[in-house]
């Protein structure tokens, strides 16, 4: 696949041919800000930004261009992204589409802003999202919701909506995001790229909100497999700030994009093709699969028997440790203050209450609850258990095959307010994605069709712990044989 | 879930609740409660718990000062700030 951008069109760009045009000085990262600040606002309307500051983007800019004129290089050195607005930043607000953070400025910058911005790349703002990552269709945002650029009816998932929307409708080249349960790959499948959650442990969760600590694990929303596997190059790695971070050796995550996938063998999950997937998702999968099958690749079925419980104990994990992590939230130390207290319980119980919305404290009660006395050993023991049981089913079917491949989600992006009152139907849109995130194997979507009145369809690829590099390989393979992933919306 | 119990955890996860709220919180969280109760199905006898995906240890470092926070971009956030200390309504008479 050539990396030379269509002249004239940057903005459509992927990351590998902005970096080819920015070392062949055919733009400038100067130019490329402004080409994609510009954009933004054009678009305002999709309400996928949350702060945009230019004066701050053009800083990093030309901070780039002087790098490059000093004679350094590299892919990312000048290109520009923008960030989930769940990773704290010293130069934008940081909300996590919360009231309770509105205004919010970090003294620090999360690793994962770091890391990127140590490689050179160009903050162009904070992205919407659900509140404190807890959604999937990026209706519960204090800020509003988020448009899909295919179909301005329908939702852009969740909770990485703004993420995949501004990659979707090309208003940046590639964003970061987090997935707890599916943030990054639901959103993903109903905007038309590409998503992808590495390993737990591996992206630094330092400066990363935090919603689920066993589960949260940034990645990326890129225009293709082979952006994300630069990306990582550059945003993956061992952090001492992050007691969880694992401490392995950096590794090429493009090392296995030429390698070709004969004799690859493709572990089919039954349970993932069972009830409940629609006609139109199921017919699309099967064509990707089939097409892993003509480019060399052994389908095997597989088993993961539990998977269905996969929402059920994440419900119980999740919530509960979302319980512990949002008490900080107290309207002391930092962001929203109720208006009248008497006392100090009074404070915290009013500004909790006006400052959370409706999803975030049904969680936090939940998971309140399932901690509580009496309810400890039925909810959040045995869910715990479940999830080993779970984990383990991955572990035997990953004996049998060297992916795993399936649907994101059982259908394409849904209306607005389609689930919104109904807590629990929202829950199941993460059946596919949930089991995964329990083990905290690495997993992707990948563009793989479209569905009814245009809308998105995503295929899955999940790999065992620490082989990103082949899954990315086999998403590239595939990219590269497909054009799924390089169709735009129509009008951007 | 009885509506006493949402009063409860309410008052534990400090989050102020009215009447109505809590009725339809119950009836929530109920639902809720109900999908869960699947997981009492599985046979987990001898499954330990897990909680970290790669059953990591617990990474210790040794107990010193490793940075110094910037009090000032730090308390810049603060809702109620005087003399460089965080303001609360008395809590000791």
């Known amino acids: 696949m050539s990396a030379t951008a269509p002249a004239g069109r940057p903005e459509h760009a992927s990351l590998a041919q902005l970096g080819a045009l920015l070392d062949r000085r055919q733009v400038s990262a100067v130019e490329l800000a402004r080409l994609f600040l510009d954009r933004i606002e054009r678009h305002r309307d999709l309400n996928a930004f949350l702060d945009v500051r230019p004066e701050a983007t053009l800083a990093q800019a030309r901070a780039a261009d002087e790098r490059r004129a000093r004679g350094e290089s590299g ?27 509105q205004g919010y400025t970090s003294p620090f910058d999360a ?7 140590g490689a050179g790349m160009v903050c162009l703002g904070k992205l919407n999202c659900d509140e404190f990552a807890m959604g999937s269709s990026n209706e519960n945002s204090a800020y509003g919701k988020v448009l899909n650029p295919w179909d301005r009816g329908a939702v852009p998932g969740g909770s990485s909506g703004g993420s995949a929307a501004a990659v979707a409708a090309r208003l940046a080249p590639l964003a970061t995001a987090t997935d707890t349960g599916g943030s990054i790959r639901e959103p993903a499948a109903f ?69 070709g996938l004969d004799g690859l063998r493709i572990g089919v999950p039954q349970e993932f093709f069972a009830a409940g997937l629609e006609p139109e998702v199921e017919a699309a999968v099967r064509a990707a699969l089939h097409e892993y099958e003509k480019l060399g690749a052994r389908l095997v079925t597989v088993q993961l028997p539990n998977a269905a419980l996969g929402i059920p104990v994440y419900y119980v994990v999740a919530s509960a440790e979302a319980s512990s992590n949002l008490s900080r939230y107290d309207g002391v130390r930092y962001g929203y203050r109720t208006a009248d207290y008497a006392d100090l319980a009074e404070l915290m119980a009013k500004t909790r209450a006006e400052g959370f919305g409706a999803e975030v404290k049904r969680r936090v009660l939940i998971g309140t609850y399932v901690l509580s006395h009496g309810y400890y050993d039925a909810y959040f023991l045995q869910a715990s258990r479940v999830r080993r049981v779970i984990a383990g089913e991955f572990q035997r079917a990953f004996a049998q095959c060297d992916l795993i491949a399936g649907p994101v989600t059982s259908g394409v992006a849904f209306g607005f307010g389609e689930k919104s009152a109904d807590p629990v139907a929202m829950y199941l849109a993460d059946l596919y994605t949930v089991p995964s995130s329990l083990a905290g194997v690495p997993a992707m979507s990948l563009p793989c069709g479209f569905g009814r009145q245009g809308r998105p369809i995503g295929l899955q690829l999940m790999a065992n712990h620490f082989d990103e590099a082949r899954m990315l390989g086999a998403a590239h393979r595939f990219q590269c044989a497909t054009d799924w992933h390089a169709r735009l919306p129509p009008g951007f | 879930m009885k509506l006493s119990d949402v009063h409860r955890i309410a008052r534990l996860a400090r989050i102020e609740i009215t009447e109505a709220q809590a009725e339809e919180t119950a009836r929530q969280l109920n639902d809720i409660l109900a999908m869960i109760e699947r997981i009492n199905r599985v046979d987990t006898a001898g499954v330990a718990p897990m909680s970290h995906p790669l059953d990591g240890v617990q990474r210790l470092r040794p107990d010193v000062v490793t940075e110094t926070p910037d009090r000032e971009r730090t308390m810049a956030n603060a809702p109620a700030r005087q003399d460089g200390l965080f303001l609360v309504p008395r809590v000791v008479e």
């Open chain 1, 75 to 101: 892919p990312l050195l000048g290109v520009p992204l923008a960030h989930k607005d769940v990773f704290v930043t010293r130069d934008w607000h940081t909300t996590a589409s919360s009231r309770i953070l």
């Open chain 1, 111 to 117: 690793a994962v802003v770091e890391r990127l911005a």
């Open chain 1, 191 to 259: 905007s038309g790229v590409t998503g992808t959650k590495p390993t737990y442990g591996r992206p630094s969760r330092w400066g990363m909100i935090a919603f689920a600590s066993s589960l949260d694990t940034a990645g990326l929303l890129t225009q293709d497999a082979r952006d994300c596997a630069l990306a990582f190059n550059a945003m993956l790695g061992f952090d001492p700030r992050d007691s969880t971070s694992v401490e392995r050796p950096p590794e090429d995550y493009t090392r296995h994009l030429e390698t």
